[in-house]
């Protein structure tokens, strides 16, 4: 039985789809149908039952998954090891962040990266939806806010911090607010995060915090956008550092309240590196988590 039928077999079951399997491997997806198919015949047993809506595991494709996958990742483990004997990173390195920050800060790092370890590939997941680094098999995961936690080691990659701005073009029609119970007379573009409210926090150089109760009538979920809008004059908004720093900085946005330390979530806001809590460190990990901690970290 050969070794890439059983990871292409243990790649759709975790994808539950031909399709998504087929693009990762660069393969027709009917090529993926036929070679699952042929795997049954050899089994003489029934894997997954097929729609036109969807793709579910057997019984006994489940039973079978979960007794060979163990192995298979153990191969995989295994020939990482001797890879990394030879001290030059190879191999494909699974990576995920939020969209946004993936955009703008991960992105144009690449290039350089994949000219200094030009035999490691990169799979990069954009998702605001936090991946299991198991069942994804992520080996590197990038979060930002407050750490939660978890079984899996982490490392902090930059301090994050959030700033209330607005356009030159909007303050002058509008009026620039100077203190935080004026925010309430503008209009805000509205970033809802999931588990938070849409509150604003502002701490002053006393350490007192003051929570403004935040309306607007524009409401968007991608910081991006947020970001473009405001640009347009649309109004105030919060947004990290690292996605309006140099707009700040090249005068396209003002920062307001610079006497104060602002978030909406927490004061302790972080970039994260997370990877799974693992013996054995791949070396193709080892070298893209300190990559990153030295092109960005702080």
């Not at 620039?176 to 938070?196: N, S, T, V």
């Not at 915090?209 to 009538?217: V, Y």
């Not at 004059?233 to 330390?261: A, C, K």
Request: proline share 5%; net charge neutral.
């Amino acid at each position: 039985m050969d070794i890439s039928t059983l990871k292409l077999f243990i790649a759709v079951m975790r994808e539950r789809s031909f399709t998504d399997v087929a693009n990762a491997y660069r393969l027709a997806p009917s090529s993926v149908s036929r070679t699952i198919a042929a795997l049954e015949k050899e089994l003489g047993i029934r894997l997954f039952q097929r729609s036109t809506r969807k793709l579910e595991p057997t019984e006994a494709g489940m039973i079978y998954f979960t007794r060979i996958s163990p192995f298979i990742d153990e191969l995989e483990a295994a020939q990482q090891f001797a890879a990394d004997v030879s001290k030059e990173p190879r191999g494909t390195l699974r990576v995920t962040t939020a969209t946004s920050y993936g955009q703008v800060a991960i992105v144009p790092l690449l290039p350089k990266f994949a000219k200094r370890y030009p035999l490691v590939s990169i799979e990069l997941v954009l998702t605001d939806n936090y991946l299991d680094l198991i069942e994804d098999r992520i080996d590197v995961a990038i979060r930002l806010g407050k750490l939660e936690n978890s079984s899996h080691i982490a490392k902090r990659l930059a301090k994050m911090d959030f700033y209330i701005c607005a356009s030159p073009e909007y303050l002058d029609e509008y009026g620039k607010p100077e203190r935080p119970e004026q925010i309430k007379d503008h209009k805000c573009l509205l970033f809802p995060r999931a588990g938070h409210s849409l509150n604003w926090l502002l701490k002053d150089r006393q350490q007192n915090i003051t929570e403004i109760a935040i309306g607007g009538k524009c409401l968007i979920t991608n910081a991006l956008a947020i970001k473009q809008c405001l640009l347009n004059g649309m109004g105030l908004s919060l947004l990290p550092d690292w996605l309006v720093g140099q707009d700040i900085n090249e005068g396209r946005l003002i920062h307001l309240f610079t006497d104060y330390v602002a978030t909406a979530t927490d004061f302790e806001s972080s970039v994260w590196l997370l990877y799974p809590s693992r013996d054995y460190l791949p070396l193709k990990t080892r070298v893209f988590i300190d990559f990153l901690q030295t092109e960005m970290g702080s």
